[in-house]
């Protein structure tokens, strides 16, 4: 690996260089949000003299600790936590060279609450390589730190608490617009992209006055939350929770709370609230004006084309961090599990089953909830943002679904939450664990691979690949499905649809909704 300087706004950098592609990391794009900076919108970090090195990760974001086991550790970064958090990673196949090509800048997963952009299988050099494009990672401010609704608890410093983690996402791209210039890439086609809380945050940014102009396409893998934020009510009564837990009164005192203190605080302050986790984007009239996808609100992504869609047993995700000894479920625990998840009577639950049962012939309970559970979860709030959007007359919609599954961990899994990341980065050998690894891997990694790049170049995901894929709308609802074949079907699965939506809607707020 040999050094490449690049300059910035603030000085130059030395990155590294593998198998023709140039890698740098761990670039502020924000200074540290510790002590006074804590819950404050985002600084500009301080310039140079000289050059300096990126050619390593930077800190996490703050998080509670997550469980990694042989089939998710590609998913999990390892690196610190620490405050001063407010950092990028470039993968780029050229420097210097006013290449313009298409950018892609990805939103990690986790909810709001962890995760990081620093995973190795979130490296992107695969990608870039591939793809001739630039790939963009980044680290902001989660759970109590980055969403945490302060105004009934401080003066003006603290008015934008609540949505600190997105204005740190919104300084990202503008570190992008101002610099990608001189990491090769066009900063009049970026795309942003991500999965599960990454494409909520998708979503968000494409509700904020802020973002606008600062991305041109937009991609949504896997978001079970992106229809509905916290309110000022439910965000307020979140902050007061964690200032009780930790014996404090007002926002200032908070910020001299330790990073521990403030995980223990906000655990502590989600478990009172019943497992439902308010430390989110709030609709707070300032950054955030409305709801994402509100046909009532003013459409500020009317040009951005949107690609959207999900895996279609996401929660076979959750499988592999339980006892294989307690996967099984009798007929008993399934109706109870159905019950609690979807929010409806005893009578409703077991009319619920029974109409999933029957157009499935022999299939295990384990396997039937998280078909259910999943399309209760994700498959229903990707296809109303997909029928929302081409209700808006704008730029199109393009539906999806991930049915091809992993034959990772003896079939365990099926087409669980995160399969599609692996596809779209070209990490599948990284993630093998969880994938596997073998002639359809490979190939559907190019399909996939080759899709979000075209999209990502042109704002429509055709290409040689795949057959013709028209835009979503309501009247017949093509979907693609990927998978060993891939197809554009009209409404597929169209019963399971219509008996999904005579259901409650999902509620957004789980704790354990977005923990990918």
Known sequence: MTGLIAETTLGKLRGGSLNGVHSFKGIAYGGSTAGEARFQPPSKPGSWAGVKDALGLGHQAPQPERPIRPANAWI??????????????????AVNDSGNRPVMVWMHGGGYFTGSGGATGLDGSNLARHGDV?????????????????????????ADAGNAGMLDIVAALEWVRDNIGNFGGDAGNVTIFGQSGGGSKVAVLMTM????????KAVMQSSSSHLQLATKETASRAAGQLLNELGLRDASALQQASSDKMLEGYAAAVAANYGNDSFRPVVDGRSILNHPFDLDSPDLASDIPLLI???????????????????????DELHAQVKRFVGI???????????????????????????????????????????????????????????????????MLKTPHTLCIPFVF????????????????????????????????????????????????????????????????????????????ACPKFISDMQWSSAA
């Open 426 to 501: 070209g990490n599948v050998e990284i993630a093998r664990e969880f994938t596997g690894a073998g002639p359809e891997q490979a190939a559907l990694m190019k399909t996939v691979m080759e899709t979000w790049l075209t999209f990502a170049r042109t704002g429509n995901p055709n290409n040689a690949r795949l057959p013709d894929w028209t835009p979503y709308d309501a009247t017949d609802r093509t979907t693609m499905i990927f998978d060993n074949e891939c197809n554009a079907v009209k409404d597929p699965k169209q019963q399971d649809r219509l008996t999904i939506n």
């Open 209 to 216: 006055p802020s973002a606008k102009g600062l991305f041109h």
């Open 345 to 411: 009577d005893e009578r409703k639950t077991s009319e619920l089953i029974a109409d999933y049962t029957a157009r499935r012939g022999d299939i295990s309970g384990r396997d039937l909830f998280n078909v259910l559970s999943s399309d209760h979860m994700y498959r229903r709030n990707a296809i109303e943002a997909a029928e929302i959007k081409s209700k808006q007359g704008g730029a199109p919609a393009y539906l999806y679904e991930f049915t091809w599954k992993t034959p990772a961990l003896g079939g």
């Open 134 to 158: 630039v790939v963009v990672t980044l680290n902001h401010r989660l759970n109590a730190f980055g969403y945490n609704f302060l105004s009934e608890f401080g003066d003006d410093r603290f």
């Open 76 to 93: 999990r970064d390892t690196t610190p936590n620490g405050e001063d958090c407010l950092v990028l990673n470039v993968y780029t196949p």
């Open 309 to 331: 869609g999900s895996c279609e047993t996401e929660k076979s995700f959750y499988d592999i961090v339980l006892d294989p000894a307690k996967l099984p479920l009798s007929d």
